[in-house]
Structures are given as C-alpha cells and as structure tokens.
C-alpha cells in the first residue's frame, strides 16, 4: 500500500492503494486509490474504471467514486466476514501514445498482493484482523465527495498560510540584504580591497533579487491556490444540488 504499481508494463500511468478497512458488523469495505501519470501528462476520471472480484459466492456490490485530484474511493458494501480475499482490477482507458510501437503484454507480479499487465494493476486484499475496523462509517457517494472536496480546501488553506509565512521570511532576509548593501558601500570608502567590497555588495545585491523572484513566485501560488479553492467550493455546490452526477453501482465477478 502507498507505493505506485505501473497500469502495464510500459505505460506511464500509475495507481496506488492509499487506504483500506473493512467493517465486519456491517460487511462493507472501503478502499482508497490514486491515480498519477509518471510523465506529468493529464488523466482523465472518466478512463479510469475498475473491476471487483470476490473469493465466495457472495451478492457484494461495489461503487467506485471519483473524487479530486485523480483520487478514488472503491466501497464495496454485502461484504460477510470469510470472504477470504477481494481482488481490485484498475483499468486505464486512454490510450497512453508514448506506447502505440510498443508490443509487450506480459504481466508481472510484486510481492505485496499486486499485479500489473496491458493497461491495468490488481490489488489483492486478504481478509486479516489488522484490516477490520468496526468503527468505519459507511457514507453516502456525495458524503464521500464532498468530504474529499472540504479536505482538499483545508489542505489548500494550510498551503496559503505556510506560503504567506514564507513571504514574511523573504521579506525579512529582503531587509536584511538591503542593510548589507548600504554597509558595504560605507565600508568601501575606508578599503583598498575595492573588489572585495564589490563582491560583498553584488553578492547581497543577488540575493535580494532571489528574495523578490521568491515573494512573486509564492504570491502566484497564492493566487492559484486560491481560485482552486472557489472551483472546490463550486463542486461541493454542484454535489449538493445534483448537478454534478455520480457513477452507478455495479454487480461484482467471482475471483477466480
């Protein structure tokens, strides 16, 4: 888990498993995923679809559920204990074009319960003790969205309020150098060693530009950061009024 396993062997697609907790009192299982491409290139939430398997002959159903940032929440709910093991199939749907000569379709096999072929990863979750807690809440779709979406905004807001610290920091060593400046050149008029002096005053005066490059470059962040957050604010609404539609539920196959 929290480690990337490449969608093929020469894709440049990667999914992770972020989380995962099964609730034996209620037979759901929740299970986290994340979705990222190696090459920075975008990934489209509507190729990505996944597959779930059962060990039993069990009537389990699974939804999978978008939710910011190419993550994904997979509940499958029917679940009994003795279910033995699921298998979770992750497929990518767009076509990956760095790969159209490429001809290998073999699959390969990690030790920790994945697998990775074509354009897919499978995860294998065996029913152990450390995996139960009783205590999970099984949550609508749009609770699980929109709690998502309410994270993403805190994790921005700690974002801005870290990078407006910064901007105090730069700010401060801005100062600093502007005093380091205005003493080297005093200096200079008691020193032989004129480069010396140069040196010193090209040096702060280097610096204090970084510093100005620095403050531009977390105010822009601020902004961008920002403007997510209002089209995070958007979404929620959206989830709430029923604008923003949710994927079905989806009968699962027999692990096999």
Do not use: C, W
């Not at 190729?47 to 009537?59: D, H, L, P, S, Y």
């Not at 033995?84 to 199939?89: D, F, M, N, R, S």
């Amino acid at each position: 888990m929290n480690s990337d396993q490449s969608m093929g062997d020469n894709a440049s697609a990667q999914v992770r498993m972020t989380s995962k907790a099964y609730n034996a009192e209620k037979d759901f299982m929740v299970v986290g995923f994340r979705v990222s491409d190696s090459n920075g290139s975008p990934i489209s939430e509507k190729n990505i679809r996944f597959e779930v398997k059962t060990m039993g002959r069990q009537a389990v159903t699974y939804q999978a559920v978008p939710l910011v940032d190419n993550h994904f929440i997979v509940v499958l709910s029917g679940l009994k204990p003795g279910f033995q093991a699921v298998q979770l199939t992750v497929l990518n749907k767009q076509v990956d074009t760095s790969t159209l000569n490429a001809d290998s379709t073999s699959a390969s096999e990690s030790s920790d319960g994945t697998t990775s072929g074509g354009n897919s990863a499978s995860f294998i979750i065996n029913e152990k003790q450390s995996l139960i807690n009783n205590k999970l809440t099984k949550k609508t779709q749009k609770q699980y969205v929109i709690d998502d979406l309410n994270g993403a905004i805190q994790q921005n807001e700690k974002k801005i309020k870290n990078l407006r610290a910064n901007i105090k920091a730069y700010q401060s060593q801005a100062v600093t150098d502007q005093s380091e400046m205005k003493q080297a050149k005093k200096d200079a008029q008691y020193t032989v060693n004129q480069d010396n002096a140069s040196d010193k005053i090209s040096s702060a005066q280097s610096d204090y530009q970084q510093q100005q490059d620095n403050i531009k470059e977390a105010q822009k962040s601020i902004q961008r950061k920002q403007k997510q957050i209002k089209l995070y604010q958007k979404e929620i609404r959206d989830v709430r009024s029923g604008k923003y539609k949710l994927p079905n539920s989806f009968q699962t196959g027999r692990l096999k």
